[in-house]
């Protein structure tokens, strides 16, 4: 099934870097210039420069080094779109007259400085993205503010009848199973050389019981069905098992494993029951995506937007 991503005004309450305080006239000048109009609001250079290192910074959660480069070259070209379409949702939510909970802020405000080991280091921060704490509370407001009003317009008018999960899950049954399962065994010891030659035993044809004496090991045995990820690259080394193949050892954390696969475990179909909660879900948020592309195509054609 087909996951559907979350709405991407969604954002991370995080501060917005901006240049440093000494900026020279030709730069400050560059920085006002005009790149958009929204009905009565400008968007400046300014503000998508702004935007361009926040999204710089909720992605360097996620990725690193090139790949945050690649990453970031591949939204560039539609960051000025999305600040125009979160200055009319923030504009809506001011014609409303939509009111934020201070207190609510103030939580958000708490929250984000539990990431730090200290006030003084998130104070430190502040400083070296050029912000203070009202800045911050600033952003956090708006983006309540946007949750808010498409709760209000579009996602508390959004129902998913029972009737449409059953048809769903009629249609795409086949799609509900829970994969195709290896059942294993799974031998830990204490250091490389020992697994080695466990391993080398194990495959020559040795039980496991006639080697007990030789190696301190112990043994669990569990299933794993596709999709699970384990730790160590073990779905990726048990994958490649065949029945009661042995594999080389495999080191996780402090001790050394060796995996023997003992069979496969064929797909069982999950019932509507089980799946719901899911369907339910996937139903709910594609009607949401839906709903909020036509709300948001309306507000443009209401609006005087203009690129410059």
Same mark, same amino acid.
Request: hydrophobic fraction near 40%.
């Given at each position: ?15 917005? &870097?901006?240049?440093?305080?000494? =900026? ?5 000048? /560059? ?12 968007? *400046? ?47 809506? /939510? ?10 609510? =802020? ?25 912000? *203070? ?25 959004? *129902?998913?009848?029972?009737?449409? =999960? ?41 039980? &496991? ?8 090991? *112990? ?26 193949? =042995?594999?080389? &050892? ?16 064929? &797909? ?24 909020? /592309? ?15």
């Amino acid at each position: 099934m087909k996951r559907i991503i979350n709405l991407r005004f969604f954002l991370a309450f995080l501060c917005l &870097p901006i240049y440093g305080l000494l =900026v020279t006239p030709y730069s400050a000048c /560059a920085q006002d210039q005009i790149v958009a109009i929204v009905n009565n609001e400008v968007i *400046t250079q300014k503000d998508l420069n702004d935007f361009l290192h926040f999204m710089s910074m909720q992605l360097s959660r996620e990725y690193k080094g090139k790949e945050l480069e690649e990453k970031m070259n591949s939204i560039k070209f539609d960051l000025l779109n999305r600040l125009i379409e979160d200055r009319l949702i923030l504009q809506e /939510a001011k014609k409303e007259k939509i009111v934020m909970d201070d207190d609510r =802020v103030k939580a958000k405000i708490s929250e984000i400085k539990k990431q730090y080991r200290s006030d003084a280091d998130f104070q430190a921060e502040l400083m070296k993205q050029g912000l *203070t704490q009202a800045d911050i509370e600033n952003k956090i407001r708006e983006q309540f503010l946007m949750f808010s009003i498409v709760e209000h317009k579009v996602r508390g008018k959004i *129902t998913v009848k029972p009737d449409e =999960v059953t048809a769903f899950y009629e249609i795409n049954k086949r799609d509900f199973n829970s994969g195709e399962g290896r059942q294993l065994e799974a031998y830990a010891l204490e250091n490389e050389d020992l697994a080695q030659s466990f391993s080398y035993n194990l495959k020559t044809g040795k039980k &496991p019981q006639d080697l007990a004496g030789r190696y301190p090991f *112990t043994v669990n045995e569990f299933n794993v069905y596709k999709g699970e990820e384990l730790q160590g690259g073990i779905g990726e080394i048990v994958a490649k098992l065949g029945i009661n193949e =042995v594999s080389k &050892p495999v080191k996780i954390e402090d001790k050394y494993y060796v995996f023997k696969l003992i069979s496969i475990i064929p &797909p069982k179909e999950f019932t509507l029951v089980q799946v719901q909660g899911k369907i339910h879900t996937y139903l709910f948020e594609k009607k949401m995506q839906e709903e909020f /592309a036509k709300w948001l195509d309306e507000l443009k054609k209401q609006s005087y937007i203009k690129i410059k």
